[in-house]
């Protein structure tokens, strides 16, 4: 079942996630920047179906709608018949179930390890399965509310951090793909930071990618800016060389499902030859990402799992959507990421601070993330 609202007059158009114990909506992605329509997430099932097929997308809102899809699911047993154990592995077999629906974002599978940690602590503590399950539904809902400010740390770490390395009045910056409102709890990351920077009365001009072949640039990073009144142009994909040739960009700011402990960093397809392009035209080039997205059992990006799409996402037009594009009998190759190398990354922005590379010119991430979080980083 779908509700509906029109137009862009509220700023709940820009809520990917409405959330109240018991219910669970989310905005259908697919449908933007036209129509507006809220779905119902009743169970994991659900979720993963929403997940899966891009209803809601974004590293942060994946993880988050994952974890409140259960949530919902949970508070609406009407009966339980075991112990706490039984709710905690119920639980855990459902987050592992849930974590396939998008293998390539690492919030995913960071919330599930996080939320299974809880289960298993309060399932050794007590002696009724409905604590368990109450334990997991506040634990899922503090994620929700953590994810915003989190988000407002990247985009005020990011934006004077970009202000203080180009010491100009105004910049201008390109991103890449979506990384808002629609791809978070809300506010954004990579966009966060171009929010910030544009409150602060600091931002020249966005720039967005229309970001093929699902259009997440053009239907949902611009419907954002425009919802915004934040000044801003689309341009196709293919013209990111261009204009950095017309030197009309300062600066790359995108997002990243996940970035291994080295910081090479998977990211929506095209955003490596996004930063190959800043590399030859001497455009700095950053991530903006929770700490959440940073894999620290990963080398390097050689091990990021990349997630291949439908190749009816090429063939046809709006990602799928619409009308057969291409000709029959074409082969497809729809690789839903890649990855960034380090080397080409100025930064990483996050909302404990933005981790620079060190002398030796690479990343240093295991040591900032203990130096922050106190995280044990062996």
Not at 172 to 198: K, P
Not at 224 to 251: C, Q, Y
Not at 282 to 296: G, R
Not at 297 to 317: A, T, V, Y
Request: proline share 3%; charged share 20%; aromatic share 6%.
């Amino acid at each position: 079942m779908a509700s509906d609202s029109n137009g862009l007059e509220s700023d709940s158009t820009l809520q990917s996630i409405r959330y109240k114990r018991g219910s669970l909506q989310l905005l259908d992605q697919r449908k933007l920047p036209l129509e507006t329509t809220y779905l119902d997430i009743r169970d994991s099932t659900d979720g993963w179906n929403a997940i899966r097929d891009m209803v809601v997308r974004g590293a942060p809102a994946i993880a988050i709608a994952a974890a409140l899809a259960l949530a919902v699911e949970v508070s609406n047993l009407e009966a339980f018949n075991g112990s706490p154990d039984d709710a905690a592995s119920f639980l855990k077999k459902k987050l592992e179930y849930l974590v396939s629906s998008r293998p390539t974002a690492v919030n995913l599978a960071d919330a599930s390890t996080k939320l299974k940690e809880v289960i298993l602590k309060t399932a050794a503590t007590t002696s009724e399965a409905s604590n368990v399950f109450q334990a997991y539904i506040e634990a899922a809902e503090i994620m929700l509310t953590d994810d915003v400010a989190s988000n407002k740390a990247i985009g005020s770490y990011g934006a004077g951090f970009l202000l203080n390395q180009k010491k100009s009045l105004k910049l201008s910056v390109l991103t890449h793909c979506n990384t808002g409102s629609l791809a978070t709890a809300g506010y954004g990351t990579a966009l966060g930071v171009i929010r910030a920077l544009h409150t602060g009365g600091d931002l020249e001009r966005a720039y967005c990618t229309e970001t093929r072949p699902f259009n997440q640039g053009s239907r949902l990073t611009a419907f954002e800016l425009v919802h915004d009144n934040i000044p801003a142009t689309l341009i196709v994909d293919s013209a990111v060389g261009a204009l950095m040739k017309a030197r009309r960009v300062d600066a790359v700011v995108v997002g990243a499902d996940r970035v291994a402990s080295n910081g090479d960093t998977a990211n929506k397809i095209g955003t490596y030859s996004v930063a190959l392009s800043a590399r030859h035209h001497n455009v700095p080039f950053y991530v903006a990402a929770p700490l959440t997205s940073i894999d620290l059992s990963l080398s390097s990006g050689e091990e990021i799992i990349i997630e291949e799409r439908s190749p009816k996402e090429l063939l046809h037009s709006r990602g799928g959507l619409g009308e057969q594009v291409a000709a029959s009998g074409i082969s497809v190759w729809n690789p839903a990421f890649d990855v960034t190398p380090a080397s080409l990354i100025s930064g990483i922005i996050t909302e404990k601070g933005v981790i620079t590379k060190t002398s030796a010119d690479a990343f240093d991430i295991r040591d900032f993330v203990h130096k922050t979080t106190g995280q044990s980083c062996a």
